[in-house]
């Protein structure tokens, strides 16, 4: 029994932040040394991102025209608002992306309405509050009040792996159950300024965002683009769990991100995928791998990827588009890049490795087959 991705939606914030301009803002800060400025200014232009979302609007005009949460009017000088007013924030805007991306993703599913859906796994590492956006998604899709409901919180940038693997065991235990699965992360609520490195490169690559996806094992109707969820993998590499961090500080949520976190990456990842992929003498092997939807957490990331598994630029090019687009936005991303995936106008049936990492360091992964209905 094959359970499937049917469709995947995704939704960014209407506020763009050039990078270069939003580098501009961090580097004329009053606090910011020399040093720091040299720093900001080498980190933010060799991240290979040029825009990113945000639900801030006032970062988008550098306070020329307003502020007074994030930024000084006037001034364009970052303030620190507190934990409580960053997470008030999220409440107001992170509902509206959780249910624009459900709603999206629904109707974009050949064959399901919302009288189908009977489970709905929300992921977010970037806030909280209860009730919260799985009853919004409930009630705003007019799904029924006996839809089960899941949520899964602060575990970083790799979420959206647990989050679809819980939807493929629902659907492997109930063929019929039709499983809504939205992630949303408002990662840029916790950008600090600071001249040390992790401080600079957080606010160099972290962006806000959301998707979701419909899983089931129901048949689609003929010529859905359809991505099994054939098996999933998960590793961790013990060695980094001071170097990638994610805690609730006093003036928003704190990162650690360092900068052996890509070193690690590439060190480990050959055997961190053998369980799912095998090693060429048992299993598919990764020669036999088609396509690849890499997290895209940063330039250094994709790179030590590409080096690790020796793959081609195309391999990882919409990987690196969406960064490009759209930067890090945490849990949500690796599905902006499967979404490219099942939407390839050439969408052959192909053989799909999805990876992500977080906190631990954790390296998620999963094995997937695009194909289409018949």
Same mark, same amino acid.
């Given at each position: 029994?094959?359970?499937?991705i049917?469709?995947?939606a995704?939704?960014?914030?209407?506020?763009? #932040?050039?990078?270069?301009?939003?580098?501009?803002?961090?580097?004329?800060?009053?606090?910011r040394?020399? #040093?720091?400025?040299?720093?900001?200014?080498?980190?933010?232009?060799? =991240?290979?991102?040029?825009?990113?979302?945000t639900?801030?609007?006032?970062?988008?005009?550098?306070?020329?025209?307003? $502020?007074? !949460?994030?930024?000084?009017?006037?001034?364009?000088?970052?303030?620190?608002?507190?934990? $409580?007013?960053?997470?008030?924030?999220?409440?107001?805007?992170? $509902?509206?992306?959780?249910?624009?991306?459900?709603?999206?993703?629904?109707?974009g599913?050949?064959?399901?309405?919302?009288?189908?859906?009977?489970?709905?796994?929300?992921?977010?590492?970037?806030?909280?509050?209860?009730?919260?956006?799985?009853?919004?998604?409930?009630?705003?899709l007019?799904?029924?009040?006996? !839809?089960?409901?899941?949520?899964?919180g602060?575990?970083?940038?790799?979420?959206?792996?647990?989050?679809?693997?819980t939807?493929?065991?629902?659907c492997?235990?109930?063929?019929?159950?039709?499983?809504?699965?939205?992630?949303?992360?408002?990662?840029t609520?916790?950008?600090?300024?600071?001249?040390d490195?992790d401080?600079?490169?957080?606010?160099s690559?972290?962006?806000?965002?959301?998707?979701?996806?419909?899983?089931?094992?129901?048949?689609?109707?003929?010529?859905?683009?359809?991505?099994?969820?054939?098996?999933?993998?998960?590793?961790?590499?013990?060695?980094?769990?001071?170097?990638?961090?994610?805690?609730?500080?006093?003036?928003?949520?704190?990162?650690?991100?360092?900068?052996?976190?890509?070193?690690?990456?590439?060190?480990? #990842?050959?055997?961190?995928l053998?369980?799912l992929?095998?090693?060429?003498?048992?299993?598919?092997?990764?020669?036999?791998?088609?396509?690849? =939807?890499?997290?895209?957490?940063?330039?250094?990331?994709?790179?030590?990827v590409?080096?690790?598994?020796?793959?081609?630029?195309?391999?990882?090019?919409?990987?690196?588009?969406?960064l490009?687009?759209y930067?890090?936005?945490?849990? =949500?991303?690796?599905?902006?890049?499967?979404?490219?995936?099942?939407?390839? =106008?050439?969408a052959?049936?192909?053989?799909?490795?999805?990876?992500?990492?977080?906190?631990?360091?954790?390296?998620?992964?999963?094995?997937? !087959?695009?194909?289409?209905?018949?």
């Amino acid at each position: 029994m094959a359970v499937s991705i049917r469709s995947l939606a995704t939704v960014v914030p209407e506020t763009v #932040l050039a990078q270069d301009e939003i580098r501009d803002l961090f580097a004329r800060q009053p606090e910011r040394s020399r #040093l720091g400025v040299r720093r900001i200014t080498s980190v933010f232009d060799a =991240a290979a991102i040029d825009t990113r979302h945000t639900v801030i609007a006032e970062l988008a005009d550098g306070g020329s025209a307003g $502020g007074g !949460t994030f930024l000084e009017p006037g001034t364009g000088r970052l303030l620190s608002p507190l934990t $409580g007013t960053r997470n008030d924030l999220y409440r107001r805007e992170a $509902g509206r992306l959780f249910v624009t991306a459900a709603r999206d993703a629904l109707a974009g599913a050949p064959g399901l309405d919302a009288t189908d859906v009977s489970h709905v796994v929300t992921v977010s590492c970037t806030g909280f509050y209860a009730p919260g956006p799985d009853i919004e998604i409930v009630r705003a899709l007019g799904l029924a009040p006996t !839809t089960q409901r899941t949520h899964i919180g602060f575990l970083g940038c790799y979420a959206a792996f647990p989050a679809l693997r819980t939807a493929a065991d629902v659907c492997r235990a109930d063929p019929a159950a039709v499983v809504l699965v939205v992630a949303v992360e408002l990662c840029t609520l916790h950008l600090h300024a600071a001249d040390d490195t992790d401080t600079v490169l957080s606010s160099s690559l972290f962006a806000d965002g959301g998707a979701a996806a419909v899983v089931t094992a129901r048949p689609a109707p003929a010529g859905t683009p359809l991505l099994d969820l054939d098996a999933f993998s998960s590793t961790l590499v013990v060695e980094g769990e001071d170097d990638m961090a994610w805690t609730i500080g006093n003036a928003g949520f704190d990162m650690v991100l360092s900068s052996r976190i890509p070193r690690l990456v590439e060190a480990h #990842l050959p055997q961190a995928l053998k369980p799912l992929v095998g090693d060429g003498r048992e299993g598919r092997g990764l020669a036999e791998i088609d396509l690849w =939807a890499v997290h895209p957490g940063g330039r250094s990331i994709l790179d030590r990827v590409q080096s690790a598994l020796a793959l081609t630029e195309d391999q990882l090019g919409p990987s690196r588009e969406v960064l490009r687009r759209y930067g890090n936005m945490s849990s =949500a991303t690796v599905l902006f890049v499967l979404r490219e995936l099942l939407a390839a =106008a050439d969408a052959v049936p192909a053989t799909v490795c999805a990876l992500a990492f977080g906190p631990g360091v954790s390296v998620e992964s999963a094995l997937l !087959t695009r194909r289409t209905a018949s």
